[in-house]
Every structure is written in structure tokens, then in C-alpha cells.
């Protein structure tokens, strides 16, 4: 075992359980936070990433979790687990440059008989059972599937010099989100035929080039993730209005 990566045995125990694993992904830069580890960053005194971990240690269809961060972070990231309780927590290991050589580090430490996978942003703390779920049960029909919700906002497609070129049907746009969820082995699949996969955000990119289907469930608007400065004070305020009601 490498100093720089962990396989936590006192998570699982070896003991078989039922549900899906989820890959969560937080090995970022966080180039956009302003020297801000959005990771580490804290909402009423709770990490970011915590608050991602508990809501899948939370949901009866998740197995086991396998967490993906950058290899400064491990050990930092182990305490962290330790501390709120994360038993589903199996593995800790070091990401890549890009989010999908992430994925596929994490693809590596799935149990030989998982059959199907969810994949999630660690700054999407938000995230619920109820998503959560969906996704999960999804995968019974399909071999990619990620929740997302109605564009609310006119949306425009431009060129380089800031002119509108077009204006796309707003009922068909959708803004996806995370957990997106796939069939492991159409997954390893696509990697195959793709080759090169750095290129492609998010995971549905790569079902689709591949000619795989993708399809979306109801996701939820609260379901932010943190990116900017700013999305730290709104995420403040989501917590702050239910500790009002």
C-alpha cells in the first residue's frame, strides 16, 4: 500500500452489504475560490465535503463510499471521516489531473461485482436521499443516468466575440447535476472505444460519445455546488433557512 493512499479497514470489514457504491470525487484545485479549499471550506462550522459524505452514509441505497482527493489531502481527509462518522468510507485514494482520471482512480477500487456505480462532486454537499435514489433506481433501466433540473433562465448560445447566434427551445435544456450513475462494465467500455476521456466534465459526456444512453431524473435546485466565494454565502443562507423552520 502506498503512503499516499489508503484502503480504510475498519469501514466495510469485509462484510457484504447490499446497494450501490458511490465514487466521490474531490480532488479539485478549487482554482476558482479564491484560495479557498472548497473542500475544507466550512458551512456552520461542518466541512463542505463532510456534509457530502454524511448524506451518503445517510442513504440506505449506498454500499460503500471510495473518495478521491489530492494526495496532500489523504491522511487530513481520513481524520475528517473518522471524526463525523463516515463508516461507509472504504477507500481514500489520489485523483488525477482531471475529473475523469479521477473517476477512473476510483474505478479501480470497486469490488469486482459491482455492477453499477454512482459518481458524485464532494462540493455538492446538498445533495439528498431522495436524489439520490432516483439515480440509484434508474440504473435498473438504463446504463447512464444523472439527475438534473428545468433551465429556468433564457439560455443563449454565442460566439467568441459575445454575438448571439441562436436562442435554444428552453423546455428542452436541462442543467444536470451530480450523482450520475453508470453500468461499470459500459462504462469501462466507453473508456475503451474513447481512448482519451480527460477532455469530457462529466460522466454522461463520456455514455454519450460512446453511443451509450443517457437519461435524466428529477433532480433538486438545492443541489448547488460550491464553486465560487459566493456559493459559499448561499449555501450559508440554505442552511441558515432550515435551522429557521
Known amino acids: 500500500m502506498e503512503l499516499t493512499e489508503l484502503k480504510l479497514e ?15 470525487v474531490a480532488a479539485g484545485a478549487s482554482s476558482r475560490m479564491g484560495g479557498i479549499n472548497k473542500q475544507t471550506a466550512l458551512l456552520s462550522g461542518v466541512p463542505v465535503l463532510a456534509r457530502t459524505l454524511m448524506a451518503f452514509e445517510r442513504s440506505e441505497v449506498i454500499s460503500s463510499i ?13 481524520l ?27 474505478f479501480e477500487r470497486l469490488d469486482k461485482s459491482a455492477q453499477s456505480v454512482l459518481i458524485h462532486d464532494g462540493a455538492r454537499p446538498f445533495i439528498d436521499g431522495t436524489v439520490i435514489r432516483a439515480v440509484a ?11 438534473a433540473v428545468p433551465v429556468k433562465d433564457t439560455v443563449k448560445v454565442v460566439d467568441k466575440d459575445g454575438k448571439i447566434i441562436s436562442t435554444p427551445d428552453r423546455s428542452t435544456l436541462a442543467a444536470v447535476q451530480t450523482p450520475q450513475g453508470v453500468r461499470v462494465s459500459d462504462y469501462l467500455n466507453a473508456v475503451e472505444k474513447l481512448g482519451d476521456v480527460s477532455g469530457f466534465t462529466d460522466d454522461m459526456s463520456v455514455m454519450e ?37
Open 209 to 245: 460519445a460512446a453511443g451509450y444512453g443517457a437519461y435524466t431524473v428529477a433532480g433538486s435546485y438545492r443541489n448547488i455546488k460550491i464553486t465560487t466565494p459566493e456559493d459559499l454565502r448561499l449555501a450559508e443562507y440554505l442552511l441558515n433557512g432550515e435551522a429557521e423552520e
Open 80 to 106: 475528517m471521516a473518522e471524526k463525523y462518522g463516515i463508516d461507509k468510507l472504504t477507500d481514500i485514494v489520489c485523483g488525477g489531473k482531471t475529473r475523469q482520471e479521477s473517476v477512473l482512480k476510483g
Open 10 to 24: 475498519y469501514a466495510v470489514c469485509g462484510e457484504e452489504k447490499s446497494g450501490i457504491p458511490v465514487i466521490v
Open 66 to 78: 471510495i473518495l478521491t482527493v489530492k494526495p496532500e489531502d489523504v491522511f487530513s481527509m481520513q
Open 137 to 147: 433506481e434508474g440504473l435498473r433501466s438504463h446504463s447512464a443516468v444523472t439527475c
